[in-house]
Nanobody
């Protein structure tokens, strides 16, 4: 079992930055691919960034060049650095973990989810 707790959300003006953190407890963190998802009530949930066990990284086109995902296995934490934020980035952001057997695997069903953290970008 893995428990995930997000932090770092808040209200920021357009063009600003935020860093989200997701602390994991439980079983071996290094064996999980990690993803940051977001959901706005008007849209489907989307994977915005993911990082595999081996360090492969994925970004949605909408955030490329603005968001950076990283993980610190020693601290059991994954981060999402968000810069040049836009009003359309407003959403609840969720951290998720996917038990992985492949070092490059990012996509597929995620097994554990955090409670979410609200990010609001004002124009």
């Amino acid at each position: 079992q893995v428990q995930l707790v997000e932090s770092g959300g808040g209200l920021v003006q357009a063009g600003g930055s935020l860093r989200l953190s997701c602390a994991a407890t439980g079983r071996t963190f290094g064996g999980y691919a990690m993803g940051w998802f977001r959901q706005d009530p008007r849209k489907e949930r989307e994977l915005v960034a993911g990082i595999s066990v081996g360090g492969s990284i994925y970004y949605a086109d909408s955030v490329k060049g603005r968001f950076t995902i990283s993980r610190d296995n020693a601290k059991n934490t994954v981060y999402l650095q968000m810069s040049s934020l836009k009003p359309e980035d407003t959403a609840v952001y969720y951290c998720a973990a996917r038990q992985s057997v492949a070092p490059t695997s990012i996509f597929g069903p995620y097994d554990y989810w955090g409670q979410g953290t609200q990010v609001t970008v004002s124009s």
